[in-house]
């Protein structure tokens, strides 16, 4: 098993930047890929960015390709979301999750939510005008 805790998240003003942190206890963390997702208020969950166990693979949302950047460090066990240039529509509660690697598979259905194993509590990010 694997526990997240997320953090980073805050109130902010449009256009700030946050990094998110997902730090990871339990099994070698090496063993899992790693995504983000958020849940804005009265919205669906939606998937943001994937990264794969050893961090050379990432699999972005279309929202999140040209303002959002995710990368790991297995040493800390550690996965970052480095947001920028903030919008309003970015406000969320933003989840980590781990998806136990299986043959090394890593690709676009890593944005299925039921692909994942184990999920944070997740972090409240607020973005005003």
């Known amino acids: 098993q694997v526990q997240l805790i997320e953090s980073g998240g805050g109130f902010v003003q449009t256009g700030s930047s946050l990094r998110l942190s997902c730090v990871a206890s339990g099994d070698n963390f090496d063993n899992y890929n790693v995504g983000w997702f958020r849940k804005a208020p009265g919205k669906e969950r939606e998937f943001v960015v994937a990264v794969s166990w050893s961090g050379e693979d990432t699999y972005y949302s279309d929202p999140a390709k040209v303002r959002f950047t995710t990368s790991r460090d297995n040493a800390k066990n550690i996965v970052y979301l480095q947001m920028n240039s903030l919008k309003v529509e970015d406000t969320a509660v933003y989840y980590c999750?781990?998806?136990?690697?299986?043959?090394?598979?890593?690709?676009?259905?890593?944005?299925?939510?039921?692909?994942?194993?184990?999920w944070g509590q997740g972090t409240m990010t607020t973005v005003s005008s």
């Open positions: 999750a781990a998806d136990r690697v299986e043959e090394g598979r890593f690709g676009a259905f890593m944005s299925f939510a039921d692909e994942y194993d184990y």
